[in-house]
């Protein structure tokens, strides 16, 4: 049998350092204490972009202002199998906070790899590490 399939959105925000913004699972949630790229479920009426700006909202306290999609991806789990969307948020108003009281931190993309990211978070590491460098290598020429 076929684990249910979840679609959710996750986003890379950076700060002004070049760190990308990670959270805690909170306890008594699935995977409770490890950490991944803020986001959440896409509900059946929404887009992608809608679930974004309001998972967003509710998790952070931030509105998104600009933002594109950049990766698509899926990992099976054994109870589920999630297809997770990527956000680059180049644009954003407010503080991001834990308003639910989960933890924050921001990450050095080379840093990552040192995080307890969930599974399916894993590869959007490779992805960061790609966009950083070519950033670096464009700010350098």
Do not use: C
């Not at 249910?4 to 990670?22: C, H, K, M, N, Y």
Request: no cysteine.
């Amino acid at each position: 049998m076929t684990p249910p399939t979840i679609r959710v959105v996750a986003a890379a925000l950076f700060d002004s350092e070049g760190r990308v913004l990670i959270a805690q699972r909170l306890p008594g949630k699935h995977m409770a204490g490890r950490w991944e790229f803020p986001g959440g479920k896409i509900d059946a009426h929404e887009t992608g972009r809608d679930a974004l700006q309001r998972e967003l909202h509710e998790e952070l306290g931030i509105d998104v202002l600009e933002a594109a999609r950049v990766l698509e991806l899926t990992h099976d789990y054994p109870e589920r199998r999630v297809h997770l969307s990527l956000w680059y948020v180049t644009r954003y108003r407010g503080d991001p906070h834990g308003r639910d009281g989960q933890a924050l931190k921001w990450v050095a993309p080379a840093q990552l790899a040192n995080q307890d990211l969930l599974e399916a978070d894993q590869p959007i590491t490779e992805w960061l590490l790609q966009a950083t460098a070519d950033a670096r290598q464009r700010r350098d020429r």
